[in-house]
């Protein structure tokens, strides 16, 4: 039936006072938000959108550019100094509806820490001033919290000690909360598996504003902790963690092979050897036009390490003159920084901003042939191609039960593969249209020669075009459709770590576009 206009302007009119009224009673619950802090939080650790540093202080923790622009900011930004500033945020958004979002180095691929993909009222809590390292070499155990950076954790281990280390990652900018609650892994993995098979406690604010530890938060939460992406659950603030040992000197290389030298052999070859040799070597593969670049981390001598590279894998070439023998903790900044990099360089926080980025990963089970190595190699070499990185398994990632951890991919994983592609960030967020379309068809080029049912993915690899939640009307994000998702990066132990959610967060407070559904039991 047509509506007369005084029917339309009384139905216009009505709108409006409905939306006035939904923007002041947002209003009211965001301003409520900002008193209930301050009464508890010092204002120089609050930013509001219109405090002057409010953008330096989020662009400092962003490190893809394409999310400096076109996305949902936070209405504000805290950055707590201590435990009680962590529990007084979480009550306070409780209290007025305003969900936090975590930051510890910014290095989420989707930039989830910090930003949204919805429009939606949220506050960032950035862990930037609670990153202390405390180590204690006698018993070969730290406490490192949440905001510390893996090359700051690395620092302090090594000034500790020339003869222990801890299994993280490469990127001395990865912020160690986010990077130990999704696993983990670097040059060590194959001798002591993930940064999250060694945390033996952690300290935990939940979304009662509770402080817990191992123990208190019960063992379901706690496994979950370790791999199983630890934001969904509460704010880690501290990792207790083991450290393993290394011998004082060790052995890096780095050989590359072109296609012209015989890198579709050689790479075809590695499938078979990178995964069966001894513990103490690590040989990982960056691949990128039409170049591998064999890049090794070697537990021990030159001397003891050319024996084992001329029998299990002559194919390579590798000699004396590749080999560069240091300490452990030179090793760091040698690998990821180049040669000229010193120990103090991974204290560095920042990150060059020259370029935006997309990846994605998957797992193999089975090796890829020949054939398919040489079609590997042509889509490296379009305009527009990105790279892969090919990280061996095997060794102590594999020995570990795939329920023992969140983290499923052990047993029979021959390797990871991260894909990865670069565009000017002069292009903003909307730049770089042909080379994410790259790697989206890459990717479905490779989907015959990888892991299936589920086509497995690394959680740290964060990639939204795998799936997102979709929250119901209970304002719950739903089970079923997180599978979508969730089943990519955790196989069966996704209903697991649902299951622990419903004990922790049942109401669904710490969420994001890729945070783990709360499950109930029995439903």
């Not at 999704?182 to 098979?197: N, Q």
Request: proline share 4%.
């Amino acid at each position: 039936m047509a509506m007369s206009s005084r029917s339309l302007g009384a139905l216009a009119a009505f709108v409006f006072l409905c939306s006035a009224a939904s923007m002041s009673s947002s209003m009211a619950a965001t301003d409520s938000f900002l008193q209930c802090l301050s009464a508890s939080i010092p204002s120089q650790l609050l930013y509001t959108q219109s405090s002057p540093s409010y953008t330096s202080v989020l662009d400092a923790g962003i490190r893809n550019p394409k999310f400096l622009t076109n996305t949902t900011r936070p209405v504000w930004i805290i950055t707590p100094t201590n435990a009680s500033h962590v529990q007084a945020a979480v009550l306070c958004g409780r209290r007025n509806g305003v969900r936090l979002r975590i930051r510890s180095g910014g290095h989420d691929y989707e930039g989830l820490s910090y930003r949204s993909e919805r429009t939606e009222t949220f506050a960032v809590l950035d862990l930037v001033n609670i990153r202390a390292v405390r180590v204690d070499a006698a018993s070969a155990t730290a406490w490192v919290d949440s905001g510390a950076t893996l090359g700051e954790m690395y620092y302090a281990i090594g000034k500790a000690g020339g003869r222990i280390a801890f299994p993280a990652g490469l990127c001395p900018t990865v912020g160690v909360g986010g990077h130990f609650s999704g696993g983990g892994f670097g040059m060590l993995l194959r001798k002591y598996g993930l940064a999250a098979d060694n945390v033996v406690d952690a300290v935990l604010v939940d979304a009662k504003g509770r402080l817990l530890d191992k123990n208190s938060m019960g063992s379901d939460v706690f496994w979950a902790l370790r791999g199983g992406a630890g934001e969904s659950f509460g704010i880690v603030l501290s990792w207790k963690v083991k450290l393993v040992a290394v011998p004082p000197t060790v052995t890096v290389f780095n050989v590359p092979v072109t296609v012209s030298q015989g890198a579709i052999d050689v790479v075809t070859r590695w499938q078979a050897v990178a995964p069966s040799l001894p513990d103490d070597l690590f040989i990982r593969v960056l691949v990128q036009g039409q170049r591998a670049s064999f890049q090794s981390l070697y537990l021990g001598t030159c001397d003891a390490l050319l024996p084992v590279m001329r029998s299990r894998f002559p194919e390579l070439g590798m000699n004396r003159s590749d080999c560069r023998e240091m300490t452990w903790i030179q090793s760091v900044p040698y690998i990821y920084l180049g040669s000229g990099a010193t120990v103090e360089d991974i204290l560095n926080r920042t990150i060059a901003m020259d370029t935006s980025n997309k990846a994605t990963s998957d797992y193999v089970r089975q090796a890829i042939g020949r054939d398919t190595w040489s079609a590997i190699f042509g889509w490296l070499a379009r305009p527009n191609a990105g790279l892969m990185i090919l990280d061996p398994y095997g060794g102590q990632i594999g020995s570990v039960a795939e329920a023992a951890t969140p983290f499923p991919h052990r047993g029979g994983v021959l390797y990871n593969i991260q894909y990865m592609n670069f565009w000017s960030a002069a292009g903003g967020g909307g730049g770089g249209a042909a080379q994410r379309a790259w790697i989206r068809d890459f990717y479905a080029f490779m989907a015959p020669f990888v892991s299936k049912d589920p086509r497995e993915a690394y959680a740290n690899y964060r990639d939204l075009d795998l799936g997102e939640n979709v929250v119901g009307a209970g304002g719950v994000s739903s089970y079923d459709a997180g599978k979508v998702w969730g089943e990519k990066y955790f196989r069966g132990n996704y209903q697991r770590l649902a299951m622990a959610k419903a004990q922790i967060d049942a109401d669904d407070y710490f969420r994001n576009e890729q945070s783990i559904p709360p499950l109930v039991a029995g439903k």
